[in-house]
Every structure is written in C-alpha cells, then in structure tokens.
C-alpha cells in the first residue's frame, strides 16, 4: 500500500501570507497525485491534478508542484475563503488520500 | 454538468449490510468509471473502491471482504454493500466520478451513515 503524509497537520496564517503544504510518498507515484479542499459538511472539492495542473474554475493562487515522492500545494495569497482542510491524494495505485491539512485563521 | 447524489439508510444495524445508491444525472454511467469514499467523524478520507465502466472493480485491500460496488446502467446508477458492518463503519459516505485519468472530479454531497442499535 502507498502511504501519503501531509505536513503541516495544522497550519495557522493570516489572509494575504503564502502558504505551503508538503505530502509525501511512501513510494515513487510520478506526478499521479492531486489536491482538494474541504470545506465543513461540505463534499471535497477539486483543485489540481496531475500534481501540477489547476482545475477548470480554481484561481490561479492555487499552485502545485512535485514528481516522485514529494509534493507542495502553494498559495500564493491567502484570501477568506481558503481556510479549510486540503487533501493530497495519489491515484497511482489505487487511491489513497494524506490524513489532512487544516489551514485556521491566525 | 454530472451530478451525484447519495441515497440510503441513515442507520444501521451492527453485524447488518449497509446498503447505498449513488444516481447519476447529466451524463451516462457507462461513459466513466465510478467510486466511493468514506470519511468517519473528524477523520480523513478513506477509499473504499470503484468500478470501471467496464464492470471490473477494484476494491480497498482492508475492507475487500465485506465490499460489493455494482452498476445499474437501465438506472445510471451504482451502488455500494458493506457487509457486517460495525461502528468503525460509521462515517460519511461519498460517491464520486473518477475522470479519465483516474481522480474522482465530481462528488456528491455524501449522505451520513451510523452504525447503532
């Protein structure tokens, strides 16, 4: 089985900062790999894809990068509205998802 | 644009199956391959497994004994049985398409399920 870790588990910043999230690999997934974010009671939503690529509709402060076994989720400024839990998951070999990044207000 | 929407018992008896329905609409069922995800209380998301558009499913290795996703394409709709069921198996249930390059792109709200008695 493929693990992924997310670091930070909890991340406190204020709007306007840029902020980074790291998951890793248990194993080699290429750049099979991509981001959501999860608001309260709320399904989770797409961001990126093929670890580098924005989806359809997601602003462009949203970023990601990474091949192998390390990744980063970027946001270049955060706005209100982007505090919420975010997810990796590797779609590689079947899917497996990290335990979570809570963004909070600072 | 496809949409997704869980439907099912809230509550389930222990050592009884869990049974829920996923209906597609905006698209046909047999253009993708489909999959459902879970996520107990506080928790993080867990796969539970996916069926391709072709009938094959692939199951996560921890729950595989009790799992069973099937598709009704006359319905367009899929389903998922967990069988013997605990309170470990309490959570939210969601079902999602999985995009032609494997990721789950549309998700439906997800439908909460208790296991009590």
């Known amino acids: 089985d493929i693990q992924m870790t997310q670091s930070p588990s909890t991340l406190s910043a204020s709007v306007g900062d840029r902020v980074t999230i790291t998951c890793r690999a248990s194993?080699?997934?290429?750049?099979?790999l991509a981001w959501y974010q999860q608001k309260p009671g709320k399904a989770p939503n797409l961001l990126i894809y093929r670890a580098s690529t924005l989806e359809t509709g997601v602003p462009s402060r949203f970023s990601g990068s990474g091949s192998g076994t390390e990744f980063t989720l970027t946001i270049s400024s955060l706005q209100p509205d982007d505090f919420a839990t975010y997810y990796c998951?590797?779609?590689?070999?079947?899917?497996?998802f990290g335990q979570g990044t809570k963004l909070e207000i600072k | 644009q496809v949409q997704l929407r869980e439907s099912g018992p809230g509550l389930v008896k222990p050592s009884e199956t869990l049974s829920l329905t996923c209906s597609v609409s905006?698209?046909?069922?047999?253009?993708?391959?489909w999959t459902w995800i879970r996520q107990p209380p506080g928790k993080a998301l867990e796969w539970i497994g996916y069926?391709?558009?072709?009938?094959?499913?692939n199951y996560n290795p921890s729950l595989k004994s009790r799992v069973t996703i099937s598709v009704d394409t006359s319905k367009n709709q899929f389903s998922l049985k967990l069988s013997s069921v605990t309170a470990a198996d309490t959570a939210v249930y969601y079902c999602?398409?999985?995009?032609?390059?494997?990721?789950?792109?549309?998700w439906g709200q997800g439908t909460q399920v208790t296991v009590s008695s």
């Open positions: 999602a398409r999985q995009a032609s390059s494997g990721y789950p792109d549309f």
């Open positions: 069926i391709y558009y072709s009938g094959t499913t």
């Open positions: 905006g698209g046909s069922i047999s253009d993708y391959s």
């Open positions: 194993q080699s997934i290429s750049d099979w």
């Open positions: 998951q590797q779609y590689y070999s079947y899917y497996t």
